[in-house]
């Protein structure tokens, strides 16, 4: 089965702080997909990263980074320099190529960066 | 490109009522996706066509959801004798055919079921 798990429910940082939102996930194939989505007030999924299931390279995009190990099945991502607009629901997901073409979202990380 | 629209963004309809929901993809795309996104929990897949074929279904959509798309362009997501447990927010999202993973979700319709 699959699963995505998103242990953090809510964080609160001070704008400036670096944060890092935890993912792990379950699955038993060997091709797929991991994502981070933002979600404002707004309700629109915003795309942030993605990585496929080959690729461990980690890498800094701007202000967000993360972190793949597969030994660990875990996918984190970092915000640095944390700013108020980034108050927002963070998805980790989990993409299957071979089973059904669809997303497995966690349950979200609520993000409130304080000014 | 305009990206995926969904209409309307905001529904409220007492328990009974049949409801429906219109998504229109990025025009080049021939996916096309539904999910149901209850509060505090991430998103959960519903359907998907490619083109006007229906691919899959998941086993949340109960006997009471029907979703179309007549001539693979936008579809429609109807929901029939509401119940107070089908408030959510229904989102749509496309993509092409060749990489089904890079998926556009639209700003999604909030159902509120009194």
């Known amino acids: 089965a699959q699963k995505v798990t998103q242990a953090q429910t809510e964080i609160s940082v001070v704008e400036k702080e670096d944060v890092t939102l935890d993912c792990v996930y379950e699955?038993?194939?060997?091709?797929?997909?991991l994502f981070w989505y933002k979600q404002p007030p707004s309700g629109e999924l915003v795309f942030l990263i993605r990585?496929?299931?080959?690729?461990?390279q980690n890498e800094i995009s701007g202000r967000y980074s993360w972190n793949f190990q597969k030994s660990t099945s875990s996918f984190n991502f970092t915000i640095t320099a944390s700013q108020v607009v980034d108050s927002a629901v963070y998805f980790c997901?989990?993409?299957?190529?071979?089973?059904?073409?669809?997303?497995?979202f966690g349950t979200g990380t609520s993000l409130t960066v304080i000014p | 490109d305009t990206g995926v629209s969904q209409d309307p963004r905001h529904k409220i309809t007492k328990r009974g009522q049949n409801v429906t929901f219109r998504c229109d993809p990025i025009?080049?795309?021939?996916?096309l996706y539904w999910y149901r996104q209850t509060l505090g929990q991430g998103p959960e897949f519903l359907t998907y066509?490619?083109?006007?074929?229906?691919?899959?279904k998941s086993r949340l959509l109960s006997d009471r959801f029907s979703a179309e798309r007549p001539k693979g362009s936008f579809s429609t997501l109807e929901i029939q004798r509401t119940e107070q447990g089908d408030s959510a927010m229904y989102l749509c999202?496309?993509?092409?055919?060749?990489?089904?993973?890079?998926?556009?979700f639209g700003p999604g319709t909030r159902l509120t079921v009194t």
């Open positions: 990585r496929n299931s080959f690729d461990e």
């Open positions: 997901a989990l993409y299957l190529s071979n089973t059904g073409n669809q997303f497995y």
């Open positions: 999202a496309s993509s092409s055919g060749t990489r089904p993973y890079e998926q556009y």
């Open positions: 025009s080049e795309h021939n996916r």
């Open positions: 066509f490619q083109n006007e074929a229906q691919l899959e």
């Open positions: 699955t038993r194939d060997t091709t797929y997909y």
